[in-house]
């Protein structure tokens, strides 16, 4: 039998772990920091360009300016409220906090918002997640992009409300800009952004099962999932009742929409 002694074996050891990372880097399988490159449309016409449904809540506007050509000083204005004016180096995660308590319930403006606002700018087809509404600003950033009209526009419109600044708008106004667009193609167009949602009050009594920011874990039981079902999909042990899913997700370090779609489509298959 061959012994080693200790300090050598732990030279070895780390030697084949570095020298397996410089191999790695050298082929391209190892990465430390994101790429913040989006998936390509594989097929057809759109074939090589990017694909706005894979924009991450990690992105900055700057990135989306980069990858899609979207102004990013203007979109991050477009999405500001009033006492909190985004930076174009902001990640655009930090919606999903900003909007919480001013969308009525059933709305929001978060990555999934970012992602069909790019697919509308840019003329990349997308489906638009459910419950995603656009701020008046950005509306009418999108009023003078070509191929989009206002009565396509009104249904990703904020209904009517008191809640400080959201305003509903009639038809969005024509900012002049301009910027070039990227691809042709079907826009999203197949959510309904200015419908209601889900409930967030953990009663469970909402008439419609739409997985929101203010969905609660009580809310996903009375639809008919159950803890182990929920855990499963978002990957930590769920909270209380009354918790919401965003506010779990958060606690996690866990993007709220990294895993939405997946619980929305366990919500649909529970229904009766």
């Known amino acids: 039998m061959i012994r080693l002694k200790t300090v050598p074996l732990a030279v070895i050891t780390v030697a084949t772990i570095f020298g397996g990372i410089v191999i790695a880097k050298s082929v391209g399988y190892y990465e430390t920091t994101s790429s913040k490159q989006p998936v390509k449309f594989k097929t057809g ?4 360009l990017p694909n706005p449904a894979d924009i991450r809540g990690s992105y900055t506007w700057n990135d989306i ?8 000083a203007q979109a991050a204005a477009a999405f500001s409220v009033p006492g909190q004016a985004l930076e174009p180096a902001e990640r655009v995660s930090v919606l999903e906090s900003m909007y ?19 697919s509308l700018y840019t003329g990349l087809p997308m489906e638009a997640e459910e419950g995603s509404v656009l701020p008046p600003a950005a509306l009418a950033m999108l009023a003078v992009r070509p191929g989009l009209d206002a009565e396509t526009l009104r249904r990703y419109a904020i209904p009517g409300t008191t809640n400080p600044g959201i305003v509903e708008i009639d038809a969005p106004a024509a900012a002049p800009f301009t910027a070039p667009a990227m691809g042709t193609g079907t826009a999203a167009g197949s959510g309904s952004g200015g419908g209601g949602g889900g409930g967030g009050s953990g009663s469970g009594t909402s008439s419609v099962r739409a997985v929101v920011g203010r969905t609660t874990y009580g809310d996903l039981y009375s639809w008919g999932l159950t803890e182990a079902q929920v855990e499963a999909v978002t990957g930590f042990k769920p909270g209380a009742r009354t918790q919401t899913v965003r506010e779990a997700a958060a606690a996690a370090g866990i993007e709220f929409s990294a895993f939405k779609t997946a619980l929305q489509e366990l919500v649909d298959k529970s229904a009766p």
């Not at 300016?65 to 990013?72: D, H, K, L, S």
């Not at 919480?100 to 790019?118: D, N, Q, S, Y």
Request: proline share 6%.
């Open 65 to 72: 300016e980069r990858v899609f050509g979207v102004p990013a």
């Open 45 to 48: 016409e759109l074939a090589g």
């Open 100 to 118: 919480a308590e001013i969308l009525p319930a059933g709305l929001e403006i978060g990555t999934g918002a970012v992602r069909l606002f790019v």
